[in-house]
């Protein structure tokens, strides 16, 4: 079993920043993709950024340039530095994972989600 704990959301004024994390936990022998997605009410799901396990990134239009994504493997980690925030960036943001456990199967895991409010 895999789980994801996110952190780092919240309340922060146009212009500002935050950085967001995710860290992976359980039977993990490796982890393919990192993604973060994020969701408004009415709205689909919608990612705004993915790595790669040999760190390829891919950005959603909206956020290049103002978002960046990383990972650290060794901590089975992926972070979401979010800088320039605009209201419309207001969302509860996902982590997404694919990771292959000890046991040699692939598991899609998502986190609990973590709320960022820009204000303007």
């Known amino acids: 079993q895999v789980q994801l704990v996110e952190s780092g959301g919240g309340l922060v004024q146009a212009g500002g920043s935050l950085r967001l994390s995710c860290a992976a936990s359980g039977s993990i022998f490796s982890i393919n993709a990192m993604d973060w997605y994020r969701q408004t009410p009415g709205k689909q799901r919608e990612l705004v950024a993915a790595?790669?396990?040999?760190?390829?990134?891919n950005y959603a239009d909206s956020v290049k340039g103002r978002f960046t994504i990383s990972r650290d493997n060794a901590k089975n980690t992926v972070y979401l530095q979010v800088n320039s925030l605009k209201p419309e960036d207001t969302a509860v943001y996902y982590c997404h994972q694919v990771v292959l456990t000890t046991t040699y199967r692939y598991l899609e895991v998502w986190g609990q989600g973590t709320l960022v409010t820009v204000s303007s």
């Open positions: 790595i790669t396990s040999d760190g390829s990134t």
